[in-house]
């Protein structure tokens, strides 16, 4: 069984551009969650996405957004990107009513 | 919302030695523990999770404990080998519902042979 997959796997952006990641969940999983894993830092959740939908944000603004497709893979977008966005994004995925997570490998976003 | 610390952040031990990782969680309604363990470069990896009816759970030489009264929960690792060296998170999740996990943040641990 395929695991979660991630891409780019790196990806440098120069700060006031846009960033797009793209998520693809275990199949038969339609919960993706998106991380942000910052330099000495733990794991900040950004969104949650199921059938489509956003269900859940965290704390973070508004330039971070994303979608879900009908295949349930997904895209984070982050609009008008500031040098400390630079931080592994990581993807995780569930099946729908689970708590148990998987996750991607990350894409390494870089902002100079 | 729930927050979660984690101790140490950094634990250094000899092989074979075992390895203890404490947690503490703020939300007495959260119900799921989940480890996971990140190798330079890798993807976080789910290695042991326990529920909120179960003191102790073991799969070969990791075992988890948790004490919902103090709302603190264990990872043990015993025997441990220098691929055991990785960072690992613990979290707490299912207070009010929700699926989204509070990580902790992390504790490095390095295994010398």
């Known amino acids: 069984e395929a695991g979660v997959t991630q891409s780019p796997t790196h990806l440098i952006k120069t700060r006031g551009q846009q960033a797009t990641l793209r998520c693809s969940p275990i199949?038969?999983?339609?919960?993706v969650y998106w991380y942000q894993q910052a330099l000495g830092l733990g794991l900040q959740f950004l969104l949650w996405?199921?059938?489509?939908?956003?269900?859940n944000r965290g704390n973070f603004p508004p330039r971070f957004s994303g979608r879900q497709f009908p295949n349930y893979s997904s895209e984070l977008n982050v609009n008008a990107l500031e040098l400390e966005d630079s931080a592994l994004y990581l993807c995780?995925?569930?099946?729908?009513?689970?708590?148990?997570?998987?996750f991607g490998p990350g894409t390494r976003l870089t902002v100079t | 919302g729930e927050n979660v610390e984690q101790h140490p952040s950094t634990l250094s031990v000899q092989e074979g030695d075992s390895a203890v990782i404490k947690c503490t969680y703020s939300?007495?309604?959260?119900?799921?523990f989940p480890w996971y363990k990140q190798e330079l470069g890798k993807r976080p990896q789910l290695i042991i999770d326990?529920?909120?009816?179960?003191g102790e759970k073991k799969d070969q030489r990791i075992a988890v404990t948790l004490n919902k009264t103090a709302k603190h929960f264990s990872l043990h690792i015993t025997e441990t080998q220098p691929e055991d060296s990785a960072v690992y998170f613990c979290?707490?999740?299912?207070?009010?519902?929700?699926?989204?996990?509070?990580f902790g943040r992390g504790t490095s641990l390095i295994v010398h042979p």
């Open positions: 326990i529920r909120s009816n179960v």
């Open positions: 979290a707490a999740s299912g207070a009010g519902g929700s699926y989204i996990p509070t």
């Open positions: 939300d007495s309604a959260s119900n799921y």
């Open positions: 199949s038969g999983h339609t919960s």
């Open positions: 996405y199921d059938e489509g939908e956003e269900r």
């Open positions: 995780a995925s569930s099946f729908r009513g689970s708590d148990v997570q998987y």
